[in-house]
């Protein structure tokens, strides 16, 4: 079973950055398409970014496009996402998700897309 474990989240003032890192619980952590959700107090998950199997290819949200960036080291296991010029609307639980082999285009946003899922960090931003 695969396990993803989300860390960085935290309290930071609009205009603040973190940066999220997630790490899966897997040998061929390069044989796995990457993805991050986020999900606001009363609403539902949303997609926010997800990278490829070797990170030649990334792909945004349009609410966090410009401002986040994501990427991952294959050598340590971890992807991650930084998030730059943040907003009270950023405030949610964030997610990553873990997806074997690649993912087509059309499929880059649903949450079915993804197999492995981690429990999520927090993420408050303040005004």
């Known amino acids: 079973q695969v396990q993803l474990v989300e860390s960085g989240g935290g309290l930071v003032q609009a205009g603040g950055s973190l940066r999220l890192s997630c790490a899966p619980s897997v040998r061929t952590f390069g044989g796995y398409a990457m993805g991050w959700f986020r999900q606001a107090p009363g609403k539902e998950r949303e997609f926010v970014a997800t990278?490829?199997?070797?990170?030649?290819?990334?792909y945004y949200a349009d609410s966090v496009k410009g401002r986040f960036t994501v990427s991952r080291d294959n050598a340590k296991n971890t992807v991650y996402l930084q998030m730059n010029s943040l907003k009270p609307e950023d405030t949610a639980v964030y997610f990553c998700a873990a997806r074997m082999g690649q993912i087509i285009p059309e499929a880059r946003e649903r949450e079915s897309t993804y197999d492995y899922w981690g429990q999520g960090t927090q993420v408050t931003v303040s005004s």
């Open positions: 990278i490829s199997r070797r990170g030649l290819s990334t």
